[in-house]
């Protein structure tokens, strides 16, 4: 399909989503556990999609479906700053890949109809050398002002990733530390000057049998200094164990098991949701489990496995040395690289893990990378066109899917603070992960309480130490009143149904007493009309495994910015339902839509 069939999609996208992108100067660099820029100091928030290049055919997918730059272009309207491109080392190590034609490489697989497809998408692309195909992405991607992390997903290429690929580890079969390093460098020195290219991840999901501490802190800090050197503007980052699920290790004082870099402000460690990387790694916990309970145990152990890296139990070394360790007051930025889920809405598993994770990135204001941006696959797997129903865009790579996530995500595509940020003193949003929108007052005082743009002024709140919820600057507080009843704002804030405190061990529910003292209600949100009321507060019960908390599920997040000077958001935009359609296309699916087996 032509870009003249992606136009009236990006018009609606461009009304839909208003996403304010605050200018800043490469390159980048940390400060404590920010991304800033080198210039101004100015926090700049990564906010991700992953697009892959690292399966069979090495060719970045979707070029088969769309031109190139309308890609890039639709990655730009849909509000990220950023792409996250994946990239097999043998690439640029392995001859007879690098020397490999995009027409050559689709032959290999007997992908006749994808050649013709891309031949007539992209007749620029078709017969240029894979390396050459790969610059020409990330070239598309600068001219769109997106920002990319170069990501060495895996040394052969196909799809990622098992404990014993041969990809696993350093030592492993495809996984020569000296072509590794030599590969980084190569990268590294070629996109040199190429300023959007902010950061290259070494390596991703390191896992397996022959994985250690020992080997993660001798390789990783060579391949860190080897970059470094090669191209000295990139972040480095550096992953995990444990298919990047595990960080903790990074805490540890002596016997080399801290990070220790020659040069300061470049280390960007990044991680999973910890300890999964996807609701389905945690089995039918989210099915079966109590949904608080469960979310609970997550968030805390992402804390003890990767989000102390924000919180400060770290510290530096002396001089120039970057060191993580135990203890003192130095922070780190921790970045997701990815998270995702099946898109269709039909997997209870990954709905109860998206309310949960929203929440507590919401909260930590973290930088991160949706899995994923692609589709449809040219190969995968022996499957010829495999749907991607992790994927943002649709089969067709003509618009997102139904049910996308774009008007959950788009109000954690802005800083909520941060460097450069501190523009007022800060307030609180009433953040709702279900539906991405924020707790909103009305211009009529006793009208009732709305979910809204996070990005409206009406949505600033002070969360006291008495634990009330009070309009920013006003003197009045959220109060309960009844079962099934909109909240009030009132004068009088000593009474019990003024208070509001955190009930459940997801800490997502805000509890108040009735008007009349006799119950405890939760603050929810009515699916109908998007009003504010209070009911009776689900899944409090450890042993209840049946019920589904997410419309009580609200996070109170701090944040610094001018809600004056934020943009606002149409009331169709990101404030939609998670539900809503934002785009309609008539391009018929592929018959067999069944799901991919696992994203391992």
């Known amino acids: 399909m032509a870009m003249k069939?992606?136009?009236?999609a990006l018009s609606l996208?461009?009304?839909?989503?208003?996403?304010?992108?605050?200018?800043?100067?490469?390159?980048?660099s940390t400060n404590s556990r920010w991304i800033v820029d080198d210039e101004t100091g100015k926090r700049v928030k990564l906010t991700c999609v992953n697009w892959v290049s690292h399966v069979d055919t090495v060719v970045a997918e979707g070029l088969n479906k769309q031109p190139l730059d309308s890609i890039s272009t639709l990655i730009s309207t849909m509000g990220f700053n950023c792409v996250r491109l994946t990239w097999p080392l043998f690439l640029f190590t392995n001859e007879s890949y690098s020397n490999?034609?995009?027409r050559s490489s689709f032959q290999t697989f007997n992908l006749i109809e994808s050649i013709a497809a891309l031949q007539f998408?992209?007749?620029?692309?078709?017969?240029?050398?894979?390396i050459d195909a790969f610059k020409a992405v990330v070239s598309s991607l600068a001219s769109n002002s997106i920002l990319v992390i170069l990501d060495n997903h895996i040394s052969k290429p196909g799809w990622c990733c098992s404990q014993s690929d041969g990809n696993g580890f350093f030592n492993d079969q495809y996984f020569d530390p000296n072509t590794w390093i030599r590969g980084l460098v190569r990268v590294a020195t070629m996109f040199r000057d190429t300023p959007q290219v902010v950061g290259m991840s070494l390596r991703n999901e390191l896992r397996g049998p022959k994985q250690n501490q020992q080997q993660w802190f001798q390789y990783m800090q060579k391949g860190a200094e080897a970059v470094h050197a090669a191209n000295p503007k990139l972040l480095v980052i550096l992953s995990g164990l444990s298919f990047d699920t595990d960080l903790s290790f990074v805490r540890k004082r002596g016997g080399g098991t801290s990070v220790k870099l020659s040069f300061p402000n470049k280390l960007l460690l990044t991680g999973r949701w910890l300890p999964c990387r996807y609701a389905f790694s945690d089995g039918q916990a989210w099915v079966n489990g109590n949904p608080n309970q469960v979310c609970g145990s997550?968030?805390?152990s992402f804390m003890r496995r990767g989000g102390f890296l924000l919180t400060g139990s770290i510290s530096s070394s002396n001089g120039s040395d970057s060191e993580v360790g135990e203890g003192g007051e130095e922070y780190y930025p921790l970045f997701i690289s990815e998270f995702g889920v099946d898109q269709r809405g039909v997997n209870v598993n990954d709905n109860r893990y998206l309310n949960c994770i929203l929440g507590v990135m919401a909260e930590m204001d973290m930088d991160w990378a949706l899995w994923t941006l692609q589709g449809s696959?040219?190969?995968?797997?022996?499957?010829?066109?495999?749907?991607?129903?992790?994927?943002?865009?649709?089969?067709?790579?003509?618009?997102?899917?139904?049910?996308?996530?774009?008007?959950?995500?788009?109000?954690?595509?802005?800083?909520?603070?941060?460097?450069?940020?501190?523009?007022?003193?800060?307030?609180?949003?009433?953040?709702?992960?279900?539906?991405?929108?924020?707790?909103?007052?009305?211009?009529?005082?006793?009208?009732p309480?709305?979910?809204?743009?996070?990005?409206?002024?009406?949505?600033?709140?002070?969360?006291?130490?008495?634990?009330?919820?009070?309009?920013?600057?006003?003197?009045?507080?959220?109060?309960?009143?009844?079962?099934?009843?909109?909240?009030?704002?009132?004068?009088f804030c000593s009474e019990a149904n003024s208070r509001w405190d955190p009930v459940s061990a997801s800490k997502m529910h805000l509890a108040s007493n009735s008007s009349d003292g006799?119950?405890?209600?939760?603050l929810d949100a009515d699916a109908a009309s998007q009003n504010i009321i209070t009911n009776p507060c689900k899944c409090l019960d450890k042993s209840d495994q049946k019920c589904d908390p997410a419309s009580q599920w609200f996070k109170i997040i701090t944040t610094t910015r001018d809600p004056a000077a934020a943009t606002a958001q149409p009331a169709n935009a990101a404030g939609a339902p998670p539900d809503s359609d934002l785009i309609v296309t008539t391009t018929e699916s592929p018959t067999d839509r069944r799901p991919p087996s696992s994203l391992l």
């Open 377 to 447: 696959y040219y190969v995968r797997q022996g499957k010829i066109g495999l749907d991607e129903t992790y994927g943002l865009l649709d089969w067709n790579w003509c618009a997102p899917r139904k049910g996308s996530l774009l008007a959950r995500i788009s109000s954690l595509q802005s800083p909520f603070q941060g460097p450069g940020l501190s523009e007022v003193i800060p307030y609180q949003l009433v953040f709702h992960p279900l539906t991405g929108q924020c707790v909103t007052r009305q211009s009529v005082l006793w009208e």
């Open 13 to 28: 996208l461009l009304l839909l989503l208003s996403f304010h992108l605050s200018s800043f100067a490469l390159p980048l």
């Open 5 to 8: 069939s992606l136009l009236p």
């Open 449 to 491: 309480l709305k979910l809204g743009p996070c990005t409206d002024s009406a949505a600033a709140w002070t969360y006291t130490t008495d634990h009330t919820l009070q309009p920013q600057g006003s003197e009045l507080c959220v109060k309960a009143i009844g079962q099934g009843e909109a909240v009030k704002l009132g004068i």
């Open 121 to 130: 998408h992209n007749p620029h692309l078709i017969d240029l050398p894979l």
């Open 518 to 522: 006799t119950s405890m209600y939760c």
């Open 100 to 102: 490999l034609t995009v």
């Open 298 to 300: 997550v968030a805390s």
